[in-house]
């Protein structure tokens, strides 16, 4: 298919020049075959030709930040203009004397998108602020009349918003300096641009974004598009006609006859980034568990399942491929199957993984209808029974043979979490939520769905796991409130609240912190018996009276996050205070887990550390080997092993004769990776996750079913992860909600070389041959990051002084790359 996904058309003449596959083309306006103008390493954005034609000017991430980029429109070298590292960069046009181009950034600003206008000489040399204030696209008129779009970029993402930061326009008609609004309309009104006179805008007042125009006065509004499934996106105009996007498609308004014309583009290409590749399975690790056995594991990465021997032998790949995305996937008793969740029937269902059987790509389903999307999944360790919670706070199980899940609770406050059978699998344990911000251990009996409160209501109990001799149970909370002074201001906060604590599960068992006397041999597990699941007891519980035999582990307050149990010593991990170090994080991305492991064996009634830098934590069925994930490797340890004899010994903890133990060689598996397979199951995973999560289940009035087969049908003509991610955002736009984001992704790595800030104003100084000094800004001298260099001790640079060359090489007052 020669089709692709168009976006950013400008038009001189009969050219029209537009971004497809995240590069440059040009073309005509009659159709036919674009040809390609640029070959990035990164996404370019905006172009615009000069007024006479000869020049592109667009933005580009060649090095990492955006920054305005020009070159001839026949095609040739870029040069790059700008150099301010900025987040944001968007080139609105040209100035009419085609000797400047007009930029919007937030460079300078203290805050992200707020952008200013400047403009920059085609030649080279230092952007000049418009001091127009705040402005996201801006338009000149040859007579000096000056337009500005605020707030807004593009009406398609946040669609029929009204909210505070709604597209906004303003003219100054005259040139004087004097702006007022140009028009009111209950819309997002975007991309204002001069047209013979007239303002041309996108506007979304009646329902879709269409193109409209109106006189500088704000009168005389006219609708000149008729799009009714996409958005008009991206507007550009020649003075005579205006292109713009909308659905993948450029068309073209004649603004003296009002006619519209689809350009019909075909971009020939081999579409690189279509063409499948392998991934170490490491690098999109999302889920692991060991055997009940503790000899094999089976993970999840970038959506696909796995399972293997810890340490040698042949891996198995379950499931199609790209076309479905797994999840949770987990051991049935026996460690010969496994279960997980796939969307392959476009719902979560929970599937069978089978390597003796003939089902590896058609797996068979436990669930045939949708049951929500799945947030936790455990198995019996002794029946093929399977326990589940979903989004909505349900918790069920799937009996053996069964395809009807049997719902046995439903949290009022907050999703059900981490489900935990006991050894016996009559019981299921788990973190249940009477309210907001409060969670207490339940135990149900699996058959007759009987539940029983474990703990009473005070702050939040959670991850509940089984003493595997039925004696305990041990869970994390917060019901210490121990406060700490502030150290800057007057008031006290509860940032180590919590520590693992012990439940008996009879009145005739005594605490485990009292000491027992030591054999007088240690005690290790014969060679034959490892690899082996010990047999299960039987669980008898006392529920009467058991919020009253809770016991606090002798362990200092903190940051735990997990908890297991082993045989007469109980494993958990604790992660270290750190303050948010400015600039801090965004809130998508990742935090760096790097916890400790920590382990209190009952016998010698003593905490150890067991290992250090890991994240997450999984038991086998043995109750003896853990395997921990550690800055995207996985290792294994015998969790019943010998303990350090301090803690600068950890390396050695988990260590028994005939016990193998070690890091996993996570590169015997390679991810197979087709994009179209996984774009299409990204766009209908994206769709169903708002129809599952929606604030409002009418989903805003919207036909969601009709939303999707609207979107679906331009994934044929998407060519990169860029474009995948413009139709997500777009099609949650369609449910008017403007908090509705698609952040992240796999896009191509491009060089990312950081900037150098000397946090001072510089101006070209003919006579020195050199930036002058004009002011340096301080900040805290103590915090070097927050100061300018310029500053340093010892230096004894001042205002007015000149920077005439760098590493050796003089300064010029314009930058060429020629």
Not at 269 to 278: C, D, G, I
Not at 523 to 549: L, M, Q, V
Not at 564 to 570: D, L, N, P, S, Y
Request: contains cysteine.
């Amino acid at each position: 298919m020669n089709s692709g996904y168009y976006r950013f058309p400008t038009i001189y003449g009969d050219q029209i020049a537009f971004v497809s596959e995240d590069d440059l083309w040009l073309g005509t306006v009659g159709g036919g075959i674009a040809r390609r103008l640029t070959t990035s390493v990164s996404e370019v954005a905006y172009p615009h030709f000069s007024p006479d034609g000869r020049l592109l000017a667009f933005v580009g991430r060649e090095e990492g930040h955006p920054e305005v980029y020009v070159m001839p429109a026949e095609g040739g070298p870029a040069r790059r203009l700008t150099y301010l590292g900025a987040t944001a960069c968007v080139v609105c046009e040209w100035s009419p004397t085609g000797d400047e181009i007009l930029f919007t950034t937030d460079f300078g600003s203290p805050f992200e998108r707020d952008t200013q206008a400047y403009a920059v000489p085609v030649e080279g040399g230092a952007p000049r602020a418009l001091r127009l204030g705040h402005a996201t696209t801006v338009a000149l008129a040859p007579n000096g009349a000056t337009l500005i779009g605020r707030n807004a970029l593009d009406a398609a993402r946040w669609k029929r918003y009204r909210g505070g930061t709604a597209g906004d326009l303003w003219v100054d008609a005259s040139g004087s300096g004097t702006f007022r609004r140009l028009i009111s309309l209950r819309g997002n009104l975007v991309w204002p641009l001069w047209v013979g006179g007239r303002v041309f805008f996108i506007s979304d007042h009646e329902g879709i974004g269409n193109i409209y125009s109106c006189t500088a006065d704000g009168s005389d509004l006219r609708k000149h598009s008729d799009e009714r499934e996409y958005y008009a996106r991206y507007p550009s105009s020649d003075g005579t006609r205006v292109v713009y996007g909308a659905g993948a498609e450029l068309r073209m308004i004649d603004t003296r006859d009002d006619s519209t014309t689809t350009i019909g583009l075909q971009t020939p290409s081999t579409a690189p980034q279509t063409v499948r590749r392998f991934i170490e399975s490491s690098e999109r690790l999302e889920h692991f568990s060991p055997s009940p056995d503790g000899t094999q594991i089976a993970l999840v990465s970038r959506g696909q399942p796995y399972a293997m021997p810890l340490w040698e032998e042949a891996v198995t790949h379950y499931g199609r491929g790209s076309r479905v995305r797994y999840r949770l996937i987990e051991w049935m008793p026996g460690a010969d199957r496994l279960v997980a969740v796939d969307d392959a029937e476009g719902y979560e269902r929970i599937i069978v993984l089978d390597p003796s059987s003939d089902h590896t790509e058609n797996p068979p389903a436990l669930t045939d209808t949708s049951i929500g999307r799945v947030v936790e999944l455990a198995v019996s360790p002794v029946d093929d029974v399977v326990a589940f919670t979903n989004h909505r706070r349900e918790l069920f199980v799937i009996d053996s043979g069964s395809k009807q899940p049997r719902k046995l609770d439903e949290s009022p406050g907050d999703v059900t979490s981490r489900l935990a059978f006991s050894p016996d699998g009559r019981y299921l344990a788990y973190t249940w939520s009477p309210s907001h911000d409060v969670g207490i251990i339940r135990v149900c009996k699996v058959k007759s769905g009987e539940k029983h409160n474990v703990t009473s209501p005070l702050r939040v109990d959670v991850n509940v796991t089984w003493d595997p001799d039925g004696d305990y149970l041990y869970f994390l909370s917060t019901r210490d409130f121990n406060p700490v002074y502030d150290a800057l201001q007057f008031d006290l906060s509860f940032p180590f609240a919590m520590r693992p604590f012990a439940v008996t599960l009879r009145k005739d068992v005594r605490s485990p912190f009292v000491p027992k006397p030591a054999p007088l041999h240690k005690e290790h597990r014969p060679d034959d018996e490892i690899g082996k699941k010990p047999k299960a007891p039987k669980i008898d519980i006392d529920f009467d009276g058991i919020t009253g035999r809770i016991m606090a582990f002798p362990v200092e307050e903190g940051r735990y996050d997990d908890i297991v149990a082993v045989r007469r010593r109980v494993l958990f991990t604790r992660f270290a205070l750190k303050a948010i170090k400015v600039p801090a994080k965004r809130w998508h991305e990742e935090e760096d887990r790097a916890g400790d492991l920590l382990a209190y064996d009952f016998d010698a009634q003593r905490l150890v550390t067991m290992a250090r830098e890991l994240e997450d934590i999984r038991l086998a069925g043995d109750y003896r080997t853990l395997v921990y994930a550690s800055r995207d490797k996985l290792r294994a340890i015998d969790a019943g092993g010998d303990l350090p004899e301090d803690d600068s010994d950890e390396a050695k903890a988990g260590a028994e004769p005939g016990r193998r133990t070690g890091w996993i060689d996570l590169s015997r598996i390679s991810v197979m990776v087709e994009p179209r397979d996984e774009w299409s199951q990204m766009l209908r995973e994206a769709w169903r996750l708002q129809h599952e999560h929606f604030w409002d289940e009418r989903m805003s009035g919207v036909d969601w079913n009709v939303v999707y087969e609207r979107y679906a049908r331009l994934l044929p003509r998407v060519r990169t992860r860029g474009e995948l991610s413009d139709l997500i955002w777009e099609m949650q736009g369609e449910l008017g909600t403007s908090h509705a984001y698609e952040i992240g992704g796999d896009y191509r790595e491009a060089p990312n070389y950081k900037r150098g800030f000397l946090g001072a104003d510089l101006t070209w100084d003919e006579k020195l041959q050199g930036w002058r000094i004009d002011k340096i800004y301080r900040g805290d001298s103590w915090e070097r990051n927050f100061d300018s260099p310029l500053a340093a001790p010892g230096l004894e640079i001042e205002v007015g002084d000149a920077i005439v060359a760098v590493g050796g090489r003089a300064v010029a007052k314009t930058v060429s790359v020629d």
